[in-house]
């Protein structure tokens, strides 16, 4: 990165602070980590109800749904960890199994890269033993 660049993306994350700070004093201490420890996952009835047969009908199930969320989320990297464990859990409880996340992550490396593949894939692991952990 240049060194303009860095300069434009450090202002840029400071108003960006400075405008969760405006709308919401609490934004500026919010640890997406105590929230996953809070809230790890939601039952597979209820997703159904929130994600699969409320907001959408006729149309994607709740598993499906979950699925296209994670490939969404491993394009994004290594930036989303916290809502990548999210979503493995709860696509696991949706019905997803090991193999059809992976290969979820592996058709990813396409469009996000190796590194977020990978990355996503280590993720997934942690989430699948501490699944196993819990069976």
Not at 32 to 50: H, I, L, Q, V, Y
């Amino acid at each position: 990165m240049t060194e303009e660049f860095t300069k434009l993306f450090k202002a840029m994350m400071e108003q960006g602070q400075e405008m969760a700070r405006a709308f919401n004093p609490a934004l500026e201490t919010f640890n997406p980590k105590a929230f996953e420890k809070f809230f790890p996952t939601m039952s597979k009835d209820m997703m159904e109800m929130w994600f699969g047969k409320t907001f959408n009908r006729e149309g994607l199930d709740a598993k499906t749904r979950l699925l296209v969320t994670l490939a969404a989320l491993v394009v994004l990297g290594a930036q989303a960890e916290p809502q990548l464990r999210l979503t493995i859990r709860h696509a696991l409880e949706a019905g997803a199994t090991q193999r059809e996340i992976a290969e979820v992550i592996f058709q990813m490396s396409m469009f996000g890269g190796v590194p977020a593949m990978t990355k996503a894939l280590e993720i997934s692991q942690g989430v699948f033993g501490e699944m196993e952990g819990k069976a």
